[in-house]
């Protein structure tokens, strides 16, 4: 038998017509909120860093490198094994089944996939301009959850560019929907924050909601280790579908019923809730850094991708304070 899950503490506040939890640090004390990297110029790394691991989904071993890259550059994924490089941004989006996967706009065949762990630490980090280099399909898992992208960024260095950093923000609200489920961003004055809930039909999981106002500090205290998560009956279902050909135990949660199959348990109560904002926090990014407030209920990859895309279709939802902060977007 596995560990049966704990319950989250039943305290919290109603908002939306749900009740969210604040985060706590690991002495049970809330910390105090930060907003992410506040540093007014673009940064990049200041040296290359690689890694090895394993694709969660096409279960094939990568090999990942980040490379510094110039200001205004952005982010960009190369795939080394077909030679084209593309950017690493919400309109270059082209699956959101499981994770998020970007491509080239017209060489489809040169995609990404798991991108949202490393994009969620890239942003907590404060990189701005960064070339990916990975030689096939999809971004190693590591133990599933963001903290080891930041062990590498850690040890990789960060370097300061002088040009000023851009943000973007939020003017108006735009909402998404696909049944019960929803994501919205909102206006704020300043920073970025995220309120989340999950509801699963499953006994480990269940209901789960969180508040965070995102810092650097915040998400690696908070977000950066919870790891992603299945449940047990869905796992075969998953491999006739050519997905998660790469997933264990080492880089996933698998939960069934009440039971925790993992056999070190959770690294938090809620750990399920705090990985689903980890992945908001990478899939957003994608548009760039925003000052805002984002909203959810039950969304996952594809209501995140459809917020940002619902944002920048209309010029009057948002400004851009700073710089330009996309590149010319891809082509249709």
Request: proline fraction near 6%; glycine fraction near 10%.
């Amino acid at each position: 038998m596995g560990r049966t899950a704990e319950r989250p503490p039943q305290r919290g506040f109603r908002m939306d017509g749900l009740t969210y939890f604040p985060t706590e640090t690991a002495h049970g004390m809330n910390h105090a909120a930060l907003s992410f990297d506040s540093a007014p110029t673009q940064c990049t790394l200041a040296s290359p860093i690689a890694a090895r691991g394993t694709g969660l989904h096409s279960g094939r071993a990568v090999e990942v490198r980040l490379v510094p890259a110039p200001a205004h550059h952005g982010i960009h994924f190369l795939r080394t094994d077909l030679g084209v490089a593309f950017p690493a941004r919400f309109d270059t989006v082209v699956d959101t089944r499981l994770c998020t996967v970007v491509a080239h706009p017209t060489q489809p065949q040169a995609r990404v996939g798991t991108v949202e762990h490393l994009m969620a630490a890239l942003a907590a980090a404060g990189i701005d301009n960064l070339v990916i280099e990975v030689d096939g399909p999809e971004l190693p898992v590591l133990d599933g959850s963001s903290e080891p992208w930041l062990f590498l960024l850690d040890c990789a260095g960060r370097d300061a560019q002088d040009t000023p950093r851009a943000t973007i923000e939020v003017l108006r609200t735009v909402r998404v929907e696909e049944g019960d489920a929803y994501a919205e961003l909102r206006p704020t004055d300043h920073g970025f924050s995220l309120a989340l809930s999950i509801d699963f039909d499953c006994a480990a999981i269940g209901h789960q909601a969180m508040v965070l106002e995102m810092g650097s500090e915040s998400f690696r205290r908070e977000l950066s280790r919870a790891r992603t998560f299945v449940q047990a009956h869905e796992i075969a279902g998953l491999k006739r579908a050519g997905l998660a050909q790469g997933g264990s135990l080492a880089n996933a949660i698998v939960v069934d019923g009440a039971d925790v199959l993992n056999p070190e348990g959770l690294r938090a109560p809620d750990e399920f809730v705090r990985h689903k904002m980890l992945d908001a926090v990478g899939d957003l990014a994608l548009g760039g850094r925003l000052q805002g407030r984002f909203v959810g209920h039950r969304s996952g990859h594809a209501l995140n991708n459809r917020v940002l895309r619902a944002l920048f279709a209309d010029p009057a939802n948002y400004r851009v304070l700073g710089a330009d902060p996309l590149p010319e977007r891809a082509a249709a």
